[in-house]
Nanobody
Framework: QVQLVESGGGLVQAGGSLRLSCAAS????????MVWFRQAPRKEREFVAA????????YYADSVKDRFTISRDNAANTVYLQMNSLKPEDTAVYYC???????????????????WGKGTLVTVSS
């Protein structure tokens, strides 16, 4: 069992930065690939970024590539999402998720996640 708790959301102006954190409970954190999704009002939840279990490989949605950076600290059981050059269209609830799948295409699938956090709201004003 893994419990995930996100933090770091808030209100920021366009062009600004935020750093989200996701703290995981349990001693099996390093066994999971970690993924960030987001859900804007009246839209489906969408993939943002993922990082492999050892942390050597990262994956991004085209919409955030070159602006967002995902990283993980396995000793601290924490995954981060550094978000730079934020745009109003980045406004959403951001969710942290964990998957035991080793299939990289699964990282983009909501249904492939084993555990979810409750989310943290990011609002980008224009």
């Amino acid at each position: 069992q893994v419990q995930l708790v996100e933090s770091g959301g808030g209100l920021v102006q366009a062009g600004g930065s935020l750093r989200l954190s996701c703290a995981a409970s349990g001693r099996t954190f390093s066994r999971y690939a970690m993924v960030w999704f987001r859900q804007a009002p009246r839209k489906e939840r969408e993939f943002v970024a993922a990082i492999s279990r050892p942390g050597g490989n990262t994956y991004y949605a085209d919409s955030v590539k070159d602006r967002f950076t995902i990283s993980r600290d396995n000793a601290a059981n924490t995954v981060y999402l550094q978000m730079n050059s934020l745009k109003p269209e980045d406004t959403a609830v951001y969710y942290c998720a964990a998957t035991s799948s080793r299939v990289t295409s699964d990282y983009r699938r909501v249904s492939a996640m084993d555990y979810w956090g409750k989310g943290t709201l990011v609002t980008v004003s224009s």
